[in-house]
C-alpha cells in the first residue's frame, strides 16, 4: 500500500486581529502583563491591498497540545479564541 502523505503544519493560538498596530499594540501588552508570551505577526490581505495585525501566542507542533493551551487561555480571559494553521 502507498502511504498517505500527511502535510506537515505549525499551529498558533490567534486571540484577535487589528486593523492598526497601536491596537494590536495594546493587546499584545495586556497579554504579557498576564504572563502570556504573545507576539503580533503582520498580515497583508492582498485583495482588500490592507494589513492587519494579528495578535498571537504559542506555536505548537502537535494540534492537541495546542488545542488544550487554547482551552486554558480562554478560561482565563473569559473569551472565545481559535486555532489558527501555519503551513510549513
Given amino acids: 500500500k502507498p502511504r498517505?502523505?500527511?502535510?506537515s503544519a505549525n499551529y498558533t493560538i490567534q486571540i484577535a486581529a487589528w486593523?492598526?498596530?497601536?491596537?494590536?499594540?495594546?493587546e499584545q501588552l495586556?497579554?504579557?502583563e498576564e504572563?502570556?508570551?504573545?507576539y503580533i505577526e503582520r498580515n497583508y490581505r492582498k485583495e482588500?491591498?490592507?494589513?492587519?495585525?494579528?495578535?498571537?501566542?504559542?506555536?505548537?507542533?502537535?494540534?492537541?497540545?495546542?488545542l488544550e493551551v487554547q482551552k486554558q487561555i480562554e478560561s482565563i480571559l473569559g473569551v472565545k479564541l481559535w486555532l489558527d494553521?501555519?503551513?510549513l
Fill in 4 to 7: 498517505r502523505k500527511i502535510e
Fill in 19 to 26: 486593523p492598526s498596530l497601536e491596537q494590536a499594540r495594546r
Fill in 30 to 32: 495586556q497579554l504579557i
Fill in 35 to 38: 504572563g502570556f508570551d504573545a
Fill in 48 to 66: 482588500k491591498d490592507i494589513i492587519w495585525y494579528r495578535v498571537r501566542i504559542g506555536k505548537f507542533s502537535d494540534k492537541n497540545k495546542a
Fill in 85 to 87: 494553521v501555519i503551513p
